[in-house]
């Protein structure tokens, strides 16, 4: 192996080496640019030997996808540049990115087997969308922030890519002003009870209103507050404003649940137990339980870590749930150890139940499951009292739809949920 796979190479050369392929051979060629930032959390918990083995692996491995007058150069900490001679078809590049992905996976496995990696790779090709190396690397990065961004392993630039990069950029200054300038609302979807038809409490959910963009949903400016490093901001506004809303709720006779959507990368935070912890002893309220959200992703990616950070969660009596269940990473086996209180069975299976015999069966199948393990069933998405019918008889523990409300401000809440309040008995 040459010093070029493991010795850092600065951008400046390696474009300098791409410009004289050009140059001298004037031949098609493909740049891959591979970046694989977040493995610095699992480094973080090992010593700097593991890194250093595992980038020799991570050279190694990119050299099994080149053939002869290819190349690969380490261009950053955790980042490589792939130079595909004489490749151009799309259809080519996508088989060296999948490859590299498929790679990537089991070199990380060897080390850690229960880390999920995350790698991001941008495509760029000469003579097509670039005149020089400068401009062909400049395409590969836009390539590489539209997939880290996508969520995408990796993304071929087009110049359309490039618009939306432009858009995208622009979105995250629109919300990193409007969150230091707390444009938010909290709004709450009822949570009911299916056996009693009374409210257990609600589903604290975040919605912005962009001036010129109208209503942005949670799908698209979520994802970019990761990327901005401002979830962490976001998210304790959702927190502390759900806590001190729910101490204003009219009293209904029973302790009522808020439920607060954690984003995975949040629980990543080490100090994320402290930083909630804080957050309930300040605004927290004796008559309210407070629910985690997290998604199944969390439950795969750093799965130890995230279901350390969890159970000490629930030893402080944080309640647990695992959102949209059956539309991510659904495994049996995690099943015995699930540090959890709550599934809630995603729409896309709910809207069918009555006409699907694969819908109905899922679901029924995932309330018994989670039943002989002690967990509750959450449906969402109710809308009709013939769903609310075919759920009453699975016996699934509570609902949330618009069967009861679509959700609701604030204040609105308090007057929906006060028609079961003791005083209007």
Known sequence: MQNQELNLTSVDVFEQAIQQRIDHAKKSLSLLVVDMGDIEKLFARSDQSVSNMFFTRVAKMLLRVCREGDSVSRIGDCTFGVVLDNVSSPVLQQLAAEKIVRLYKAVVSEID?????????GVASYPDGADSAVELMNNARI?????????????????????????????????AEAIENGAFELVYQPKISIATGRPLGAEALLRWHHEEQGDVPPSVFV????????????????????????????????RCTVSVNLEAQMLEYPDIVDVIASSLSIWGDETINLVLEITERAL???????????????????????????????????????????????????????????NRNLVETIVSLAHKFGLTVVAEGVETADELDVLEGMKCDAAQGFHWSEPLPHEEFCQWLGQFSQASR
Not at 113 to 121: G, Q, V
Not at 300 to 315: A, C, G, I, Q, Y
């Open 113 to 121: 087997a229960s880390y999920t990696p995350r790698i991001s790779i």
């Open 223 to 254: 994802p970019v507050a990761c990327e901005i490093g401002m979830i962490d901001k976001l998210s304790s506004f959702v927190l502390m404003t759900a806590l001190g809303h729910a101490k204003e709720w009219p009293d209904i006779g029973e």
């Open 300 to 358: 795969v990616t750093d799965s130890k870590s995230n279901f350390e950070r969890l159970n000490k969660l629930r030893s402080m009596g944080i309640e647990i749930s695992i959102d949209d269940f059956g539309t991510g990473h659904s495994s049996l086996s995690y099943f015995k150890d699930l540090p959890a209180d709550e599934l809630k069975v995603d729409r896309s299976f709910i809207s069918d139940i009555q006409g699907s015999d694969r």
């Open 143 to 175: 390539a590489l922030q539209v997939a880290a961004s996508s969520g995408d392993p990796y993304q071929i630039y087009t110049p359309e890519s490039h618009a939306a990069l432009s858009t995208q950029w622009a979105l995250q200054d629109d919300l």
